[in-house]
């Protein structure tokens, strides 16, 4: 397939595809603006950026990935154009860089939909001096729009499987003059590399991933670790639950807690289970599920309201099984909270989530069986001894309670993981650098 025939496909799919995402938008909440002149390139104001440097990152995931990259740009006085596709990318980088925005040093905007008009509008209103694309968001028209626009683009941090290779080359010359037109290629591993100059990139580097650059607030791990401290209960996080993870592990406590209690122990007085449901949109139903489970459960916006480290809050965690992690940018908080963190996101094939900032923390890890999407990240910290693969959510939380009952053995896959985050950091300075001599060509 070529870039005509491509355009034509997507113009004669783009109502079903705007339909797909205002269901989508629906969904999951939040102002998506599906319909909005900024998704086609057209815009009311004049930006009030000069020469930025751009930064795409889809959605949540991305976004976090990308803001130890998007500080170091700020830090090294850049202008910076942040853009998205989904409202929990937009409001991530809202909380992240609202200091970076009140100065007029950041702006954050919608990324058009690959038309060639709206793409050539997004260029000319904007005019980057560059522009980064995070992971694996490649749009043959807005390439095509950027080496027209002579805008040098780069793919950073890019992972790319097996599948997405597949899909690539199946594509035909659209995707491989796309990844042809790209300046430079930063590459999570070595195998992602390969496949990525399989597909047709060149200058392809292995910079290593973002997430190692990862700075988590200090002031929300040492909260986390006095809340933790002063509960004198085990507290087994599990983190980032996807669809259909929240009633499996609902599900999974309520049998353990009533299994212990035919033995005789009462395991909800010495150990707390905190669920926290990835997307904001399952705060509620999460909480509806614990209730049709007879689990009582204290909602950690209720703890805030009752004000974080009060005698109130504590009572309220007292004598409860589940504490619902139904607020966003507080992971840090929630793995400090944890003696071990169960990463969801892999025990429903859904290809995992990333379990870098649990072991940044020095928690010990477990993972679930499906993990596509972070494979070698997974492997290399079941190598260095910081994490153990379960095959479901009752294995995931017996051997979180084993681990609980072995402090020695936590503490040294804790160290472990912390030691295999530090000696991996790197890649944001690489992409840099990158940049830095591209803007010397």
């Not at 069986?369 to 095959?391: I, S, W």
């Not at 294995?395 to 530090?422: F, I, N, Y």
Request: hydrophobic residues 45%; aromatic residues 8%.
């Amino acid at each position: 397939m070529n870039r005509f025939l491509y355009t034509a496909l997507i113009r004669v799919l783009s109502p079903g595809l705007l339909a797909w995402m205002g269901l989508r938008a629906r969904k999951a909440g939040g102002n998506w603006e599906v319909c909005c002149g900024a998704r086609f390139g057209r815009y009311s104001q004049p930006s009030v950026l000069r020469e930025p440097v751009w930064v795409h990152s889809v959605s949540l995931g991305e976004t976090r990935a990308a803001a130890p990259l998007i500080q170091a740009l700020l830090d090294q006085g850049e202008d910076v154009l942040l853009t998205h596709m989904t409202v929990t990318g937009r409001d991530a980088g809202e909380r992240l860089f609202a200091s970076a925005i009140t100065q007029g040093r950041l702006a954050q905007q919608w990324l058009p939909y690959d038309f060639p008009g709206a793409a050539r509008r997004f260029f000319s209103h904007y005019q980057p001096r560059a522009g980064m694309l995070i992971e694996r968001e490649v749009w043959p028209n807005l390439l095509a729009a950027a080496t027209q626009a002579q805008v040098p683009m780069m793919l950073v941090s890019a992972r790319f499987s097996d599948n997405a290779l597949r899909q690539a080359l199946r594509l035909g010359s659209v995707m491989r003059r796309a990844y042809a037109s790209f300046s430079a290629v930063f590459a999570q591993t070595l195998h992602d590399a390969q496949r990525l100059e399989q597909a047709g990139a060149s200058s392809v580097r292995v910079s290593g991933n973002f997430k190692f650059d990862v700075s988590l607030p200090p002031d929300k791990i040492q909260r986390g670790r006095e809340f933790s401290a002063r509960l004198m209960r085990k507290i087994i996080v599990i983190a980032s639950t996807r669809e259909g993870e929240d009633e499996l592990f609902i599900r999974a406590i309520g049998r353990l807690l009533k299994r212990t209690r035919a033995q005789g122990r009462n395991l909800s007085e010495e150990v707390l289970f905190c669920i926290v449901p990835r997307h904001p949109e399952r705060f509620d139903t999460a909480a509806i599920q614990l209730a049709q489970a007879g689990l009582t459960f204290v909602r950690r916006s209720r703890l805030i309201e009752e004000g974080d480290c009060s005698s109130t809050a504590f009572q309220s965690c007292a004598s409860t099984a589940v504490l619902l992690g139904d607020t966003l940018g507080e992971m840090a908080w929630y793995y400090a909270l944890a003696d071990v963190a169960v990463v969801a996101g892999s025990f429903q094939p859904l290809g995992g989530q990333n379990m870098i900032e649990a072991c940044a923390v020095g928690v010990p890890v477990l993972v679930g069986p499906y993990t596509r999407n972070f494979e070698q990240a997974v492997v290399d910290a079941m190598d260095e001894g910081a994490a153990l693969r379960v095959p479901d959510a009752p294995a995931a939380l017996q051997t979180a309670l084993q681990l609980v009952e072995d402090p020695q053995r936590m503490s040294r896959m804790g160290k472990a993981g912390a030691h295999w985050v530090q000696k991996h950091t790197g890649a944001v300075a690489r992409v840099i650098a990158g940049l830095n001599e591209i803007g010397r060509r």
